[in-house]
């Protein structure tokens, strides 16, 4: 890692036309978090002092979603895109007297590994540039070299054969100190085949004024970049492999890797045990020794050990398990604490309520948190007992060892060990069904 300050350009100006989607390019999803949220992980990871997106197609819904994914990240507009190096111009009145290390990023490029990062922030070169040999080096820009180091970069259109054969081909990512930045970025020109201000002129910039220029090498799919939905396809693939492997590294026992979808911020303990189609959204903690059974939709939301999950049970954001909680099947958890050992075996809903210790949720229940214009909570003391089929229509307490009739609807808090019945009485009519189903095969035969 760098002893310099080190601030962040990620630049997520592109429209991605190639994608076929009125969404901006970067705020397609990978792992469950909009691509520049791995740009903005990375960028993180090397505990740098600034990070500023470059926003421009989309640019109110992309800083949105900066602001969501990284609250301290500063968002400018480039209301033209003329190019990589106008871009990153634009970023630089919001790093206005830094004077450390600058790392050019981009928002569709989400693999660069940490390693690989931190050997760019560390090299002492003027200009640093992130290299790798490409198998089919297609139309990449070219990264030509000599006994000096990096020569310069020449972009595909504007190289000619000989050039086009080198098989070291740019990434686009860069590093440079700031004050060189500021004073080579203004001397870009745009006399290119594609008219625009090349970032990737800066090396050529620097050579010119004796400034050393160097490569930083890394494996070609650490470059991936997303242009095409099919592209997005095969990096989801690729993220997904990466992830399994690692949590199945640390010790989790993954019953079907390939039917398990992980989300770029999945936390999962040694010796948890996740069972065949379950799928991790954002922000899920498991904790060592859960169990997640199979066909679970897990949000937000936290698992702690020794917890069972499912199977076909949906966690929702603000689900707080405790250690010993049983979540069975078809049951849905929201913005709910449930503490140790309470036991939910199925088709339950439990919103916006807390559940005390070692309380037995019935089948059947639902929490009413709605009225149709707020959400209201619901609190369940300890060793309670709420009986099958129970509406408990929020807000209501129901009271320590207090338990609740099966099929009751309980509208009023119920005090600590009392027995709730509220439900109407039953009411029978001897022969009425036999006299009913009579007459209906009469109405039919008459027909």
């Known amino acids: 890692m760098s002893e310099r300050a080190l601030a962040v350009v990620v630049l997520a100006a592109g429209q991605g036309s190639r994608m076929q989607s009125d969404l901006p ?18 960028a993180r990871s090397l505990g740098p002092e600034q990070v500023v997106v470059v926003t421009g197609h989309g640019a109110d819904a992309v ?6 994914l990284d609250p301290d990240a500063a968002t400018v507009l480039q209301a033209e895109q003329l190019g990589t190096g ?22 569709d490029t989400p693999f660069i590994g940490r390693d690989t990062l931190a050997a760019l922030a560390g090299h002492r070169s003027d200009v640093v540039v ?3 040999e490409a198998a089919v080096p297609g139309r990449y820009g ?16 504007d190289a000619d054969a000989a050039t086009r054969d080198i098989a070291l081909c740019n990434s686009g990512v860069m590093a440079l100190d700031a004050d060189l930045l500021r004073r080579l970025i203004v001397a870009l020109g745009n006399d290119n085949a594609s008219g625009e201000y090349y970032l990737t002129d800066l090396v050529a910039l620097a050579r010119a004024e004796g400034r050393r220029a160097d490569v930083v090498i890394c494996p070609e799919d650490e470059t991936l970049g997303i242009n095409t939905r099919a592209e997005l396809a095969a990096a989801e693939a690729a993220f997904q492999a990466r992830a399994r492997a690692a949590l199945m590294a640390d010790g989790v026992t993954l019953t079907d890797p390939a039917s398990t979808f992980l989300a770029l911020d999945t936390v999962i303990g040694r010796d948890a045990i996740i069972g065949p189609n379950v ?41 707080e398990l405790g250690g010993d909680v049983h979540v069975g099947n078809f049951v849905e958890i929201k913005n709910s604490v449930l503490d140790e050992g309470v036991k939910v075996g199925h088709l339950t ?33 300890p060793r309670a007992f709420i009986g099958s089929d129970t509406m408990l229509v929020a807000p209501v307490t129901i009271g320590a060892d207090a338990m609740t009739g099966s099929g009751s609807t309980i509208t009023e808090d119920v005090p600590d060990g009392a027995l709730a019945l509220g439900r109407a009485r039953q009411v029978t009519k001897p022969g009425l069904a036999t006299r009913l189903m009579a007459a209906l095969r009469m109405k039919k035969e008459a027909r």
């Not at 800083?63 to 969501?68: I, N, Q, T």
């Open 25 to 42: 390019k970067v705020l397609h999803r990978l792992g469950g978090v909009p691509l520049v949220g791995h740009a903005l992980a990375s």
């Open 63 to 68: 800083a949105r979603a900066v602001a969501g």
């Open 86 to 107: 106008h871009a990153v111009a634009q970023a630089l009145p919001a790093l206005e007297g830094f004077e450390g290390r600058v790392i050019v990023l981009y928002g």
């Open 130 to 132: 992130l290299g790798f």
């Open 142 to 157: 070219r990264l030509v070299t000599g006994g000096g180091g990096l020569e310069r970069i020449v972009e595909w259109k």
């Open 279 to 319: 799928v991790f959204g954002r922000g899920v903690t498991v904790e060592s020794g859960a169990e997640i059974l199979p066909f679970c939709h897990l949000e937000g939301c936290h698992v702690s050990s020794g917890a069972t999950v499912g199977p076909f049970a949906r966690l929702r954001p603000g689900a």
């Open 349 to 381: 809903y439990l919103g916006d309520a807390h559940v005390g210790e070692q309380t037995n949720i019935g089948a059947g229940t639902i929490t009413c948190n709605y009225d149709g214009v707020m959400k209201h909570r619901t609190t369940i003391g």
